[in-house]
């Protein structure tokens, strides 16, 4: 497994609170994005996903915004709790298998 | 139903010596991939593997990587000889699609094995 980052951004947030977690992407050509949760000691876990042809989509707590102008992605976080501290990471792809990853959001949620 | 497993979780080996790190996708699923996180950095794709072929090893840093799949089941990523700046974490996924066809929830990834290289 792996440790967290040592110098990832940061968002501290109370528990209770709306977390908003943003990422730039670079290939204005990439038509899936996808945001990923990775626990100390695990690797990351599938959050959200959207595709190019929207500009929101909500799951359970979260809601990913995708502006394509400004090549800019999203996540927010209703209600954070503890169990939201982690590492998120956004990803696109554009037309083939390969993930680019972004460098990571370290959130920190305090009581 | 077993999720991907890495072997080891961690491995601490001198500058110049081999190591190999091994991947066991979830059963049935024929594509697996191999990426690596550098020094708290952006996770990077290295290479993508359809049953036991190499459909894209373009993220494979230098000819020191070799990554291998008999038989289209585990693989294995061996590093040879080993640098200091291959230190990191290399996580293994999988899936029985690709994921751009059917979304990003199909592609599971293991808990990593973190190198470090001394």
């Known amino acids: 497994g792996e440790s967290v980052g040592l110098h990832l951004p940061t968002l501290s947030v109370q528990e209770g609170d709306n977390s908003i977690i943003n990422c730039a992407y670079s290939?204005?050509?990439?038509?899936?994005f996808i945001w990923y949760k990775q626990e100390s000691g695990k690797g990351p876990q599938f959050i959200i996903d959207i595709r190019s042809n929207m500009d929101k989509r909500q799951g359970q707590r979260v809601t990913v915004l995708l502006n394509k102008t400004v090549k800019h992605l999203s996540l927010q976080i209703a209600a954070t709790q503890p169990g939201d501290s982690a590492v998120y990471f956004c990803?696109?792809?554009?037309?083939?298998?390969?993930?680019?990853f972004g460098t990571g959001t370290r959130l920190q949620v305090f009581p | 139903e077993a999720g991907v497993t890495q072997f080891p979780s961690h491995s601490v080996i001198e500058k110049g010596q081999t190591v190999t790190l091994r991947c066991d996708p979830i059963s049935g699923h024929d594509n697996l991939y191999w990426y690596r996180r550098v020094m708290g950095k952006e996770i990077k794709f290295l290479l993508h593997f359809v049953k036991e072929s190499k459909q894209d090893e373009s993220g494979m840093p230098n000819n020191r990587f070799l990554a291998e799949r008999t038989g289209g089941t585990y693989s294995t990523l061996k590093v040879q000889p080993a640098e200091l700046e291959d230190s990191g974490v290399y996580f293994c996924?999988?899936?029985?699609?690709?994921?751009?066809?059917?979304?990003?929830?199909?592609?599971?990834f293991g808990s990593g094995t973190q190198l470090s290289v001394l």
């Open positions: 996924a999988s899936s029985q699609t690709a994921p751009g066809w059917t979304g990003g929830e199909k592609l599971f």
């Open positions: 990803a696109e792809t554009h037309g083939t298998d390969k993930l680019i």
């Open positions: 290939n204005s050509a990439s038509d899936y």
